[in-house]
């Protein structure tokens, strides 16, 4: 039994219990799962809140279906969508928001292992995580190729098509380019599984702004230690979320949750400050 005689956290019921716990010496290795509505407060939409989401703005390209626009198939066909998409989302144009700036206050105090985000905006390396600490589970922009020969591509050169809104092609094979972006029916980095056995020995799993519907990511949450506490911050209740002991749900929004948990936890002026520097 693991945590026999720490009575916090098999207490692991709401954000008091959790800030108590991650005070305690029995947790050391905190690990996170992030997805769109992290972001949403910085002004990137989400995929799936109806109205606001992308999906449900994104009629206007004249879709099949909203997720054809990370469909290879879909995008061989017509690139236009999925490239206008990427010039509205790419990096740089958005600030981070406080609850990325948590998990920078958390590895300030050496107790972040792993971010797994899900989110392609950069904005957790942009709140001052280190690479190491970054799981880019679906990909970025930090790198493209060529759809066809994989040949990579010019990062300035896309840039540039991207906002003149024009498609690039490969220079080899005339192929289409697009960044490393991973699309519903690619596989994930390789780095992504290479860090999934490190979940076996988390202390704390913290889900943030995720509707926890896309595989394989949505099973990272199983991949914790039975009776290790799983917080899930976010607007709506996802997941298995309540089927184990140790299961906290704080239903709100993340930058309001991650405010609530660093008052609890005295790191309120430290979270403005790292927030400050964005
Ligand atoms: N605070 C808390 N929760 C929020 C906020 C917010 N400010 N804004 C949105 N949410 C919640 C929504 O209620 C929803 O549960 O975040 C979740 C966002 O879910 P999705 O829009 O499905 O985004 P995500 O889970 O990241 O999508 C996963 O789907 O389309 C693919 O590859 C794409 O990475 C994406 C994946």
């Known amino acids: 039994q693991k945590y026999e005689g720490n009575p916090t956290v098999l207490e692991a019921r709401d954000l008091p219990s959790i800030a108590k716990y991650m005070k305690s010496d029995a947790c050391k290795r905190v690990f996170i799962m992030n997805g769109a509505g992290i972001s949403t407060s910085s002004g990137i939409p989400d995929f799936r809140s109806p109205d606001t989401g992308l999906y449900a703005n994104l009629?206007?390209?004249?879709?099949?279906?909203?997720?054809?626009?990370?469909?290879?198939?879909?995008?061989r066909n017509n690139?236009?969508?999925?490239?206008?998409?990427?010039?509205?989302?790419?990096?740089?144009?958005f600030r981070p928001t406080p609850a990325h700036s948590f998990l920078k206050v958390l590895d300030n105090h050496k107790l972040l292992t792993?971010?797994?985000?899900?989110?392609?905006?950069?904005?957790?390396?942009?709140?001052?995580?280190?690479?190491?600490?970054?799981?880019?589970?679906?990909?970025?922009?930090?790198?493209?190729?060529?759809?066809?020969?994989k040949r990579?591509?010019?990062?300035?050169?896309?840039?540039?098509?991207?906002?003149?809104?024009?498609?690039a092609h490969c220079e080899n094979c005339k192929g289409l380019i697009k960044p490393d972006i991973v699309f519903f029916?690619?596989?994930?980095?390789?780095?992504?599984?290479?860090?999934?056995?490190?979940?076996?020995?988390?202390?704390?799993?913290?889900?943030?702004?995720?509707?926890?519907?896309?595989?394989?990511?949505?099973?990272l949450v199983d991949l914790?230690?039975?009776?290790?506490?799983?917080?899930?911050?976010?607007?709506?209740?996802?997941?298995?979320?309540?089927?184990?002991p140790n299961d906290v749900v704080?239903?709100?929004?993340?930058?309001?949750?991650?405010?609530?948990?660093?008052?609890?936890?005295?790191?309120e002026e430290e979270l403005e400050r790292e927030w400050e520097k964005t």
């Not at 990579?152 to 498609?167: G, I, N, R």
């Not at 917080?231 to 996802?238: A, S, Y």
């Not at 704080?250 to 790191?267: A, F, I, P, Q, S």
């Open 59 to 75: 009629a206007r390209l004249r879709l099949p279906y909203p997720e054809a626009v990370f469909e290879i198939t879909f995008f």
């Open 79 to 93: 690139p236009k969508p999925f490239y206008m998409l990427a010039k509205e989302l790419y990096p740089g144009n």
């Open 114 to 149: 792993k971010c797994f985000t899900q989110n392609i905006d950069t904005l957790e390396r942009r709140a001052g995580l280190s690479d190491d600490k970054i799981v880019e589970a679906h990909g970025s922009y930090a790198s493209q190729r060529c759809i066809d020969c």
């Open 152 to 167: 990579p591509y010019d990062a300035a050169k896309l840039k540039e098509k991207l906002f003149k809104e024009e498609v």
């Open 185 to 219: 029916g690619e596989s994930l980095p390789p780095l992504f599984h290479r860090s999934i056995p490190s979940l076996k020995s988390a202390d704390l799993l913290i889900v943030m702004g995720t509707s926890l519907v896309v595989q394989p990511f949505a099973s």
């Open 224 to 244: 914790v230690p039975e009776d290790c506490p799983r917080l899930l911050i976010n607007l709506e209740h996802v997941g298995d979320f309540g089927s184990r």
């Open 250 to 267: 704080h239903l709100g929004k993340c930058d309001d949750g991650v405010r609530e948990l660093c008052r609890l936890l005295g790191w």
